[in-house]
């Protein structure tokens, strides 16, 4: 009986590799002034989220209920799971990591929960390291473990217009150092230990733009990668970032293409318009049981 994976909407994996790849995508919810809407497809946009936040409108996020969680395990288990591996973005983020802990309890099948520590399309590449693990032939905690792997591996570069939709949103963490009279300067942060920490800080937004490409070149190492770009309501610095990445990694994409989107509606959220982030994700080697 088959292994499947888990994770939420924030791994920003679309939909159509999502379902290729039997992953089962749990959404998070937006609350935008009085209407809550599941991040997604039929749901809260991105779009929706840079326009309500540059109109303040409010805007705030929250997790799936563990009963939500729940129900995608008896799903799963009714469908023939025999064991599930449910991977998560940060629990220092976000309560989702929680939930999934708390539904495991009451399971009808193992499931073995994954804080990956990191946000975005960084937990995504360690659900799909998950994915080839159970493609593989391996166990639940093989795949458990790879995805742990692959997110510890991984770098999240991010550069924000402001700070202040972090702030907004406590989800500053160890930037918070940056506050005060430093919010004209345009920051470089990254997730460290499941945190927003800094990296730098420049005067201008070029300056940052171009310090991220070259942090996310320094972090792509020397074997193979994926890279995804992601932005909210900012598609020409996406654009030309991608394409920049694709060139000066081309030895180590090895043929694969940099993903380029626009971020989700939950981590939109708490980032606001104008951000540009980079994930660089060694790949690893596929261990499992079929050999």
Do not use: N
Request: charged letters at 20%; proline letters at 5%.
């Amino acid at each position: 009986m088959p292994v499947v994976v888990v994770t939420d909407s924030t791994a920003s994996l679309p939909a159509e590799l999502a379902a290729a790849r039997g992953i089962v995508v749990v959404p998070l919810q937006v609350v935008i002034g009085a209407e809550v809407l599941d991040e997604g497809e039929g749901g809260a946009t991105p779009a929706m989220v840079a326009e309500a936040l540059k109109v303040w409108t409010p805007v705030s996020t929250s997790r799936p209920t563990p009963a939500a969680l729940g129900e995608v395990y008896e799903q799963a288990a009714r469908a023939g799971a025999s064991a599930i591996v449910s991977v998560h973005l940060s629990g220092d983020m976000s309560g989702t990591f929680e939930s999934a802990q708390l539904a495991a309890r009451d399971a009808p099948v193992p499931v073995v929960t994954v804080d990956s520590r990191q946000v975005g399309v960084a937990t995504g590449y360690a659900a799909l390291a998950a994915a080839d693990v159970v493609d593989a032939g391996g166990s639940a905690e093989e795949a458990a473990a790879a995805a742990r792997e692959r997110a510890a591996a991984s770098s999240s570069l991010f550069y924000v217009d402001t700070l202040e939709y972090l702030r907004r949103g406590g989800r500053i963490g160890a930037a918070a150092a940056l506050l005060g009279g430093a919010l004209a300067v345009k920051p470089l942060l990254t997730i460290a230990d499941g945190r927003v920490e800094s990296l730098e800080r420049v005067r201008t937004s070029g300056r940052a733009l171009a310090r991220l490409e070259e942090l996310a070149v320094q972090a792509a190492g020397d074997g193979p990668i994926d890279v995804c770009v992601a932005h909210l309501a900012s598609p020409e610095r996406a654009a030309q970032l991608t394409e920049r990445l694709a060139e000066r990694l081309a030895d180590r994409l090895e043929g694969r293409e940099v993903w380029c989107g626009e971020l989700g509606a939950v981590l939109g959220a708490h980032v606001g318009p104008g951000m540009l982030a980079a994930c660089v994700a060694p790949r690893l080697p596929v261990q499992g049981g079929a050999g």
